[in-house]
């Protein structure tokens, strides 16, 4: 492969993954403006929904199972981002909507938003780099 293609090729993955990093602050702009409407109210982790891995060399996923009480009634929120950080019994911040009932998790929502800014900051490094080289000023 020719240096033309490499650096062609990391221009490309710096955008790909600055366009990723660029989500997540749409994302967290968007949480920002909806958290003001929203009610908090306290849960608790209290199971896993466990998918394992088809391959040797990966390991299962674990998806977090909420519970949180709201108008009197006990509800469940299935996490649809994969962690093993939180333990069962853990207290999490549930956020609900009162007109819509669309509810959230704000720690799997601030984690899934920050794993998306750490791409955008990776594009960007891989930007410097790409640039950096094609100038010369890193062989």
């Keep these: 492969m020719s240096e033309g293609a490499i ?28 958290i003001q409407t929203m009610h908090q109210v306290s849960g608790v982790v209290v199971d896993y929904e466990v998918i394992e891995a088809s391959d040797d060399d990966a390991s299962d996923a674990y998806f977090p199972i909420y519970e949180y ?45 920050g794993a998306l800014l750490l791409f955008g900051v990776i594009g960007v490094l891989t930007l410097v780099l790409m640039v950096l080289i094609g100038t010369g000023v890193v062989s």
């Excluded at 090729?9 to 955008?15: L, P, Q």
């Design 7 to 34: 650096l062609a090729f990391g221009v490309f993955v710096g955008f790909a993954f600055i366009a990723v990093g660029i989500l997540g602050i749409y994302r967290k702009v968007k949480f920002s403006k909806s």
């Design 69 to 113: 009480e709201w108008n009197g009634v006990t509800k469940q929120l299935k996490s649809n981002v994969n962690t093993n950080k939180q333990k069962r019994g853990a207290k999490v911040h549930i956020l609900i909507d009162p007109q819509t009932e669309k509810v959230i998790c704000m720690e799997t929502e601030n984690e899934s938003n």
